[in-house]
């Protein structure tokens, strides 16, 4: 035996090549984007057991069922994102070190991958949950690729107003799992992120404009200036933070103490945002837009699931 040390013997190219191609294939998902994913249908399913469900929470076997059907359907989709707009990521300078904008997966091989876990998410939830979720599941994947990403992204500066929607899927999913039904409450939780979506893209659209202009798609800073951009995202923000308390009714007092400061705070950020863009220079910043909204979404989300985890009495309808 070699002792503790004895250098390691060095890798067979084989080997290499393996772990090569197996990063390859984990890049297609876009794992940290599945991360976020599942970090909103936690609490959507803590929701859904408290208010309407038996009033407990979901089990542990449902949890894990879900979220992993939940991540292959995202991945799924990831990587039939990839493969359709493999051309333009090559020109992107954020995007170009994507597997198939450097050619390190054939297309076929990623089409069939993508499709494949699709079909595996689908059946997982169905047999694993129930099949409304699988059916939503499937929903969110062919709206991403054919609706977002094939008929808008290269067509329209709404694109991702409209095709964000599948981003908000994930809620309506863990909701439907744990009730089998879609309730109100799963609307409005949709609601919230499919408002906060342009603020947070479109932040990051500003920061990477030269980028979707050269592999010409029409993200609204790239047709629009940037006073336009900035004013669409006040708007947007206020939607978000005014949307997010329709959910009180169904939380407590902690969740509107969280949702009215974290709300108030991304207003008052974006505001400045537009106020620095007004301005010129280099004051106005969108990535600190960007990276707040997603600590925005996280911990409001996570409120939400502390809120049903604890139990706490709701406040009700005010009527």
């Known amino acids: 035996m070699l002792s503790p040390s004895a250098p390691r013997a060095p890798l067979t190219p084989p ?13 297609l998902t876009k794992t940290r984007i599945i991360e976020q994913l599942l970090v909103i ?27 992993v059907g939940g991540a292959v359907a995202a991945a799924s989709a990831h990587a039939l994102n990839c493969v359709a707009d493999a051309d333009i990521d090559a020109k992107m300078k954020r995007t170009q070190a994507r597997p198939l904008a450097r050619d390190q997966v054939p297309r076929t091989h990623a089409l069939i991958f993508g499709l494949a876990l699709g079909l595996v998410s689908a059946v997982w939830l169905g047999l694993t949950t129930n099949w409304l979720a699988s059916v939503l599941s499937v929903a969110a994947i062919a709206f ?27 809620v309506v999913i863990g909701w439907a799992a744990v009730t089998g039904r879609v309730d109100w409450p799963a609307l409005v939780m949709f609601g919230v992120i499919f408002f906060w979506t342009p603020p947070h893209f479109w932040a990051l659209a500003m920061r990477y404009r030269d980028d979707y202009a050269a592999a010409g798609v029409p993200m609204l800073p790239v047709v629009a200036s940037p006073v336009q951009v900035s004013r669409r995202i006040v708007a947007y ?18 969740y509107l103490g969280v949702a ?60």
């Open 15 to 27: 080997i290499k090549r393996g772990r090569s191609v197996l990063r390859a294939y984990l890049s």
């Open 237 to 254: 923000s206020w939607l978000m933070a005014l949307w997010s308390l329709l959910l009180v009714p169904v939380t407590s007092w902690v």
């Open 144 to 170: 991403y690729v054919l609706v977002y990403t094939l008929l808008l992204k290269r067509r329209t500066a709404q694109n991702i107003v409209w095709g964000g929607a599948a981003g908000c899927m994930p």
């Open 41 to 67: 249908t936690v609490p959507a399913m803590f929701l859904a057991g408290r208010r309407a469900g038996d009033g407990t929470l979901p089990s542990v076997g449902l949890l894990v069922a879900t979220l």
């Open 260 to 319: 009215v400061v974290t709300g108030g705070w991304f207003v008052v950020m974006a505001h400045r945002l537009h106020a620095h863009v007004r301005e010129g220079g280099t004051a106005a910043k969108p990535m600190r837009l960007f990276h707040l909204s997603n600590t925005y979404l996280c911990v409001l989300f996570i409120t939400i699931a502390v809120d049903a985890a604890l139990g706490l009495p709701a406040l009700g309808l005010p009527f």
